[in-house]
């Protein structure tokens, strides 16, 4: 069974750092892609960020990029996202999600069968 859990989230101020883990369990975690994305109160969940199985291809929505990486480290089954310079448009419930295939590296939510509980985010201005 698939489990992804979600940690770091917080209440920080525009410009502050933030880091979120996702512990993964379940099935072989070097085999699968992992990807971050959010939701907004009212609004869609979005893409964030994706990291392929070996972590060597990466994908960024245009909205964090230069401000958010994505990495992970298979030995502890665990991915990351690192927040820097966090605007307040950066609030949101966060999310990691992988797909069901194997080696399958997207930015689609549709591709992703297994999600964590998320982990909120607030940045205030």
């Known amino acids: 069974q698939v489990q992804l859990v979600e940690s770091g989230g917080g209440l920080v101020q525009a410009g502050d750092s933030l880091r979120l883990a996702c512990s993964y369990s379940g099935r072989t975690f070097s085999w699968y892609a992992v990807a971050w994305f959010r939701q907004a109160a009212g609004m869609e969940r979005e893409f964030v960020a994706a990291?392929?199985?070996?972590?060597?291809?990466?994908n960024y929505a245009y909205a964090v990029k230069e401000r958010f990486t994505i990495s992970r480290d298979n030995a502890k089954n665990a991915a990351f996202l690192q927040m820097n310079s966090l605007k307040p448009e950066d609030t949101a419930v966060y999310y990691c999600a992988t797909p069901a295939q194997v080696f399958k590296f997207s930015a689609q939510r549709e591709e992703f069968a297994y999600w964590g509980q998320g982990t909120q985010v607030t940045v205030s201005s």
């Open positions: 990291i392929s199985h070996n972590g060597r291809n990466t």
